[in-house]
């Protein structure tokens, strides 16, 4: 095992346990960014197939079976878009706060706030 000093549930040591599930299964060989991506996006739909027909109502108040449902496409896409950035070498949380960074700028509270609108209809 290796050791880290990341809590158990970390994306640190979730990244290692995926990366160790597909070298065991000589999996590399199939997980090239296209595929991968692919994939993702199979599975995203596969998450939306749960809301489809869903009023918004229904959407928040499912049974814990659906819930469950929903939990593993979730889980699934979560999963390859951690394998896309591992193969691809991004830094999953350094990309997500430079982009929530970015996004402060494009919708300022002043603007955005209580508002759908994109970021150009502010201009």
Do not use: C
């Not at 193969?87 to 929530?100: E, F, P, Q, R, S």
Request: glycine share 2%.
């Amino acid at each position: 095992m290796i050791e880290t000093n990341a809590s158990p549930d970390s994306l640190v040591q979730l990244n290692q346990k995926l990366k160790q599930f597909v070298e065991v299964r000589d999996w590399t060989q199939f997980h090239s960014p296209k595929n991968l991506a692919m994939a993702m996006i199979v599975e995203a739909a596969e998450l939306v197939e749960h809301f489809q027909w869903s009023t918004e109502d229904e959407s928040y108040h499912m049974s814990p079976e659906k819930l469950d449902q929903v939990g593993q496409e979730i889980a699934d896409t979560f999963v390859y878009l951690l394998r896309l950035a591992q193969v691809l070498n991004i830094d999953l949380i350094d990309a997500a706060n430079k982009k929530i960074a970015l996004n402060a700028l494009k919708y300022p509270v002043d603007k955005a706030r209580g508002k759908n609108n994109k970021y150009t209809d502010y201009l």
